[in-house]
Structure formats: structure tokens, C-alpha cells
């Protein structure tokens, strides 16, 4: 079969590939649409079913995961990770069966360790099934959209994820470069920068791309910005609280907080329409107008905007020279225009809001929840060229604990850094360590991620008599390297971090089996939207 593109989304997961004839097609999941949510329920009988359900919409009884792609390929010890998940604007895992336990998500009902990897795989294991079905051929390899920032352990999570699925991943592909590349085959688009903004259901994402040749559709990442917890979830919670107001339900009766979510979910979807919505919630008759959803949105348009414009005060000034030297074309012009993606793109006002922000054209709207599978798929067809940059800085920890910068995020691979020089702490030491940092934040080391550490050993001699060198590379092969070595030529010391599995075959084979056994025991026949509730 074909290679397909899998957006593996946080909300939504979707499959695409191009036909024989060139086509790009979004596969069919149901009636009317091409993803499914990405969520697992787990029921009362052990049965595990992929997309079946969004959360808050399972039975009472079932449990259910998801936002697993937020905690994909992070660690207990990423200093950011509590943080962005005491903001999300629901409970992780609803039932609190499901929680985070270390590096594992924890399954306390059949006393059984259940990781991200798993569950992601499991989503791909649907995506795989869901085109072969569609296909009537196997399918075995796929190309998979990941997020811009995503990190080397993220990017590795992704790939035990596939092997755990079956899937061979031929090639990690942006999503901003491929909702792009999408849009390039459906209009054509001139050379020059680009801005995306992808809001879903619970991420925004704004990525600033530079379209290099237009007949290849070849994208580089230049800045990329956002925010995690800010997405057509924050727009549904605006519209179940104007629910609780005209009906005069209470958020804490559970039932009723279940029906206005639905109610919300719906009346929403409606407004992107209509500027007058009629309907009932748990038969109380209701209607809300565009205006009032408007005003209530205030708040949460007003956070999307300082994405935008956050996004692009970044890379404003480097722009303006970037352009100025290279084509010598207008200096104030910052980018072409901007593509809209995700599922959100429609809510009322929002791209009003983009437009207001960003000071550009929007590109009028197509597809905004397949463009990502779409692109993907034109990249497993080799219909697109990308070029790799590092997602995240590289540096080293300082003594003082910030960080020296050495490579920095999007930088083109392969990335040697230059050759930087530093002392040990303090006088009469034996060896210093040296430990190798993803991320930017070159104030403080600690909200990096580490990525490994070695020592380097040196003579015992006062501070400012030993001089360490360290060079870091990044290559295309996704592993990192970084070498220290003493200036009067002692010793060379070197550590290489190829992407640190966290699994070995052996662990991923048994959780392969371990997902084929749960993925069997799903029902044939899809349920279809609104069994459950
Ligand atoms: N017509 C519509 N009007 C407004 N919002 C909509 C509409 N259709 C879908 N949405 C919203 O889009 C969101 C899902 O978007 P999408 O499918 O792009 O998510 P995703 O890519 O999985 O999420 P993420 O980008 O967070 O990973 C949901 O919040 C849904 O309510
Ligand atoms: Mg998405």
C-alpha cells in the first residue's frame, strides 16, 4: 500500500495519502468525516476502543485517556511539564484513573502500567486500520506530523509510538510546514514567508515559514510560538457559561454540566454559521446570538492575539534585514500571508482576531482539519522537499546555572556549533562536568531539558589556568553530539545522544502484543457519534 500522512493531534487524529493519479485524499472515517478523536476508552469489560468518544462524551462507567500527546516524550524531571498540566482547562484523566506517575502513565484498575507510547500507539494502530480499510491493502509505512517544538525525546516517543503500532515512520514532517505545503498544492503560493496559525481544540500554534521554491514546495520553520492551552475548548467553555446563565443550571450538577458541554460543542459549530443559534439544554430552550458569544470571547481573543504578536516581535527585526539583503524587496512587508489551520479556524471572530494581530491577509480557510494529514501525505508521496532544522536550542550548563547557547532553535542540519571556551568553577578541581541542554531558556539551565552529561577531566591548577573547549553537533540522523577537550591538547572526551530510547525492542515487542490484544478485543463497527451519551 501507500505511504500514508498521519496527523496524530492532540483532539483529533486524521490519515491521508495521494493517489495514483496525484490526488490527495483525506480518508473517510464516517458519514462525513476524516478524524476521530484521539482518545481511548477503556469500558467496564476491559475493552479498549480508540476515537470513539471525545472526553466528558464516554459512558459514565468507562474511563477514558486523552490529551496523551501532551505528555508524549516528556519526563517527570521537565521542570514545565507540572506546569502544563495545572493549566489545561479540563482534568487530564477524567475518571483519575489514569494519572502521571513518574514517566508512566499509571492504569490503578487492572494494577497494569499503561505508557503515552502505548496510548499514542494505539491511536496509530486506528489510523493504520482505518486506511487499510479504506484501502483494501496493508499499510506499513506512514510519515507522521509532529508539532514544531517538538523535542528529541518527544520526537523519539513518536517513533516507539509507530513501532508499538506497526508502522514504519518514514520520515517526521512539521505540522506547520506541512499544513503549508498542503495549502501550496491548493493554491499556488509565491515564494516568501508565511505565517501559520493552527488552533485546535486545546493548541495554538503560530509558526512563521519561509516558502524557499515554489515548485518543490519546499518549507523552512523560521519562528515558531504559541500556546498550550489555548484552543476551541476555551471558546466551548464561553459558551457553556452563557448556557449556565440562561438556563440557570448549575456547574457543579454533573449531568447538567455533561449536557450544556454537549449543547456548547453544538451551538458553536452552528454560530460559525448562523448569527442566531435556537436549541435546548436538558429541555430548557435556549438562544444565544454571535454577538454575545463575541463579547464573552473577549478575553480568549485577546490571549491569541499576544501569540501573534509575541511570535512575530521575535523574528520582526531578524526579517527585516533577511529580507532587505537578500531581495531588497519592501522591509516592512514581514510575511505574505496568513494560513489558517485547525479545526477552530471557523469559530466566530477568530479570524478577525489573527488578522487584527498579525497586520496580514488570511488566506480564506480549506480543509483546516485535514491540512496536516494532507501535507504529510504529500510529503510520504515525495511531493514536497523539507529542510531539517534543530526544533530546540543546544548548550551546556554554566557553573552559575544558566546556559551557554551553542546551537541555536532552527538552525539548518547538519549544525556543528563553534568551538566554545570556559574554566572550571573554582580553583584545584579534578574534572568538570559537562552537561548537554535542549531548549532556549539560557537564564536558568534547570528549564532545559537534559539530554546527558560526562566529565571531563583536567589538572588540578588554579581556574584560570585550564581552559575546556566544547563544540556540540547537531546531524541530520536527529542525534546530538557534544565533545570537550582540554586547550593545551589533553584528552577528548565526547558524548553522543542518539535519541535515548526508552524502550528497548524486546519492551517494545511486548507492548506491541500487549496493544494487539487490546485492539482486538474493539468492537468491529465503529459506534457512531452520540451512542454513548
Ligand atoms: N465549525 C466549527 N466552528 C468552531 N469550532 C469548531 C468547528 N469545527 C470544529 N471546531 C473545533 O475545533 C477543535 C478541534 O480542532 P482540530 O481537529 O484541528 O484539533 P487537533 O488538531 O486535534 O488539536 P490540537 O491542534 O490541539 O492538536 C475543537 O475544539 C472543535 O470544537
Ligand atoms: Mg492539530
Redesign the pocket.
Known sequence: GPTVGI?L?????GVAYVDEAGKCISIPLSQDKC?FP?TITVDKRSKWTVGAHQPGQQPKSARIAFLT?RVLGRKSNDGRLRSDLEGLPFELYTTGDLYIDGESLVDKGPDELVYPEELAGLTLMEAKRVAEEHLNKRIKKCVIAIPAYFTHDQRQATRDAARIAGLEIVRLVNEPSAAAIAYAHKSPLRDGMYLVC?I????FDVSLLRLENQSTKAFVVKATGGDNCL???D??RVLMDLLYEKTGFSKDDSDAARKARAAA?QF??RL?RDDEVEGDVADVEVTVTKAEFLEKSAPVFERIKKVIVGTLRERRKFIREQEARAEGKNVEKVFECVLPV???S??PGYLDAVRAAAGGDVLPPQD??LLVAQGAAYVAAGRAVLTDVTSRGLGIKLHDGSMELLIAKNAALPAPSPVKEFQPAEDFLEATKIELLQGENTERAEDNILLGEFDIGHPKRPSDEVRIMAQAIASVDESISVAAWLEDGGKKESLTVTAVPRFDDRELDRHRAKNLTRFNTRSSKRPREGDSS
Open positions: 496527523d493531534g492532540t483532539t483529533n487524529s478524524v484521539s500527546k493552527d485546535g481544540g486545546g493548541t484552543g476551541g475548548e471558546f466551548t460543542e458553536k459549530q460559525s485547525g479545526g477552530a471557523f469559530t483546516v482539519s
